[in-house]
């Protein structure tokens, strides 16, 4: 059973810096792509960016390239989003996901299994 647990989110001011964490278990593949959505009040949920365990290659949304960095620790089972250069556009509720397929795309319907989700808040 795939478990996702996310971290880390909290209320920061702009320009701040946050690291949220999503905690795995259950992925026995080697291959799959780990990414990391957002979905603000009356908006569609959106890719932020995503990245592909086995070659540790990484997608970013155009609108936080440069701001936020995608990583992952495999001997923890643990993604991360390193989150700079923070602005209110950027609060919303986050989300962790996994896509078993073998590619890397920041599209929501092709991940099958989702965190609840961790709150970001930027004020300005």
């Known amino acids: 059973q795939v478990q996702l647990v996310e971290s880390g989110g909290g209320s920061v001011q702009a320009g701040g810096s946050l690291r949220l964490s999503c905690a795995a278990s259950g992925l026995t593949y080697n291959n799959y792509c780990m990414g990391w959505f957002r979905q603000a009040p009356g908006k569609e949920r959106e890719g932020v960016a995503g990245?592909?365990?086995?070659?540790?290659?990484?997608v970013y949304a155009d609108s936080v390239k440069g701001r936020f960095t995608i990583s992952q620790d495999n001997a923890k089972n643990t993604l991360y989003l390193q989150m700079s250069s923070l602005k209110p556009e950027d609060s919303a509720l986050y989300y962790c996901?996994?896509?078993?397929?073998?590619?890397?795309?920041?599209?929501?319907?092709?991940?099958?299994?989702w965190g609840q989700g961790t709150q970001v808040t930027v004020s300005s």
């Open positions: 996901a996994a896509d078993l397929s073998t590619s890397c795309t920041l599209v929501a319907g092709l991940f099958g299994y």
């Open positions: 990245i592909y365990t086995n070659d540790g290659s990484t």
